[in-house]
């Protein structure tokens, strides 16, 4: 019993001289919020900032609810300083929220909860599209969003929920925004398209043995054509421009100061980007020899500055001389409009003139295949794709793309499982979308995390989300063509906030 007694009393002493311990922690810990000030950043109803000043450095988060839903969220911890910004993103219009600041020590010191109500949505920006006239299955997206540009006056990008409503919006004056994607380091890379367009040939169509005039293919002239950009910039996802690269300024060969349809960013920060090489050719016209100066396609590799580190172009791999269609097609005749990177880090590209995608070798610029019409793959007429855009592979490994159907008016989906090896392709995805969805320039399809498809039917304005079987579960009209529908993840955000229930 005194044994027992004796180890009670040490238990006790040590239990007396931590708590004081932890009390002086406690209170030499104790910080003092001195202001907390909320700011709408360019003056949207979506995103607010709460700028924080403390009495002593400490690092900090923020607590923020939407009241009538009770959904919660933390934003990420701001490191310790006596001033912090962090901001709220991804906000609801004319929506209720509580927020609290959380000072993120040992013993978390946390603010009066404090409410704010959002600005109701710019008439501008409100989606009309939701209705019972129109599928708008919610969860048919999951749980991101579709990121749309505006490449005419003003351009601008925007991200639209399920819901209908526009939750991301960021604008730039002057340009348009043709296109933009999300880059490995969790930014938002665009092409900025000047409000000008070449000269465009939009009934040259081949002859001889496609002679057909159901054969017509829009066509091109000069750099820029249908689709090309001046200039590319950065934005982080609070809307930030981190930095703007006008190739005019930069370069002085007209060759690389366009970029045309398509880029990315790959992991260590270069742009592989389609652009407008010219060439000096010969060819015969009406049985008379011209010497003419034709645009063709290609990749260039550039840096955030403009610096050219690398070209490729299909030229230099195609047999001009013994070319039928050179007269036809010499200033447009490849009409490359996608560029991916393959699982093995070579390109594929989407080459519509030829109704084909092409892998090239990205460091001996070697055509390995041509999958399509005409190609090396064994496949069946009626799995034939035209004017083609948006190729890319799926979470299952599908080729998967954005079938224009020039031939047949009536565009499609289709995804192919490829075995490169033995050249073959088994069709696995094959949606024929409704007649008045018919495409004939432009158009993207995605495969969806949760399975179901993203589609734009850029020409028509609108947006889709269909399951595999062709099903319409989601729609969206737009007033302008998207040139593009692109997801963007909730986990996209994961560095700014993250749910809390």
Not at 20 to 36: E, F, K, P
Not at 92 to 103: G, H, P, Q
Not at 179 to 207: C, E, N, Q, Y
Not at 208 to 234: M, S, W, Y
């Amino acid at each position: 019993m005194k044994r027992k007694n004796i180890i009670i009393s040490v238990v006790a002493a040590i239990l007396v001289v931590l708590s004081a311990v932890l009390g002086t922690i406690y209170y030499q810990g104790r910080n003092r919020i001195v202001s907390i000030v909320l700011t709408s950043p360019n003056n949207t109803a979506m995103y607010s900032r709460v700028a924080v000043q403390l009495a002593k450095p400490a690092p900090i988060y923020v607590e923020y609810e939407e009241v009538g839903t009770g959904k919660r969220f933390r934003t990420r911890v701001s490191a310790s300083a006596i001033r912090h910004q962090l901001d709220l993103l991804l906000l609801k219009a004319n929506t209720e929220y509580r927020f609290r600041v959380v000072i993120d020590k040992l013993f978390k010191q946390k603010s009066a909860s404090e409410s704010f109500t959002t600005a109701k949505q710019a008439s501008w920006l409100v989606n009309h599209w939701l209705g019972d006239s129109r599928p708008h299955d919610a969860s048919a997206l999951g749980d991101g969003m579709v990121l749309v540009c505006n490449a005419r006056l003003p351009g601008y990008i925007m991200m639209i929920d399920g819901q209908g409503e526009v939750r991301w919006y960021w604008q730039i004056e002057g340009i348009g925004v043709r296109s933009a994607i999300l880059t490995p380091r969790g930014t938002i890379l665009a092409m900025l398209r000047p409000f000008s367009r070449d000269v465009r040939d939009s009934t040259t169509h081949v002859s001889g043995n496609v002679a057909d005039e159901e054969h017509k293919k829009p066509t091109r002239r000069g750099p820029i054509g249908f689709v090309g950009g001046t200039q590319l910039c950065e934005i982080s996802l609070t809307g930030k421009l981190l930095w703007r690269l006008d190739l005019k300024k930069v370069e002085r060969d007209k060759q690389f100061q366009v970029i045309h349809h398509d880029f990315y960013m790959d992991k260590q920060g270069l742009i592989h980007a389609l652009y407008r090489p010219d060439t000096v050719v010969t060819v015969r016209k009406n049985g008379v020899a011209v010497r003419d100066t034709l645009n063709g396609d290609g990749v260039m590799v550039i840096d955030s500055l403009g610096k050219v580190h690398k070209t490729w172009s299909a030229w230099t791999r195609w047999d001009m001389k013994n070319d039928p269609y050179m007269a036809e097609y010499g200033h447009d005749r490849f009409h490359m409009n996608g560029l991916i990177e393959a699982s093995d880090g070579n390109y594929l590209l989407s080459v519509a003139i030829e109704d084909q995608i092409w892998k090239v070798n990205k460091e001996t610029g070697e055509i390995m295949w041509k999958f399509g019409k005409k190609g090396d793959f064994k496949m069946s007429p009626h799995d034939y794709f035209s004017f083609q855009h948006t190729p890319n592979i799926t979470k299952d490994g599908e080729l998967l793309l954005f079938d224009n159907g020039l031939y047949t008016k009536r565009s499609a989906v289709r995804g192919f499982k490829i075995d490169e090896k033995n050249k073959t392709a088994k069709t696995s995805i094959s949606i024929l979308l409704p007649g008045e969805f018919y495409s004939s320039r432009m158009g993207s399809a995605y495969l969806l995390p949760n399975d179901n498809l993203l589609i734009s039917c850029a020409k028509t304005g609108a947006i889709l989300v269909t399951n595999r079987k062709g099903d319409i579960l989601w729609q969206s009209m737009l007033y302008f063509a998207p040139y593009r529908a692109v997801y963007v993840p909730q986990s996209a955000w994961k560095s700014y906030f993250v749910p809390l229930n």
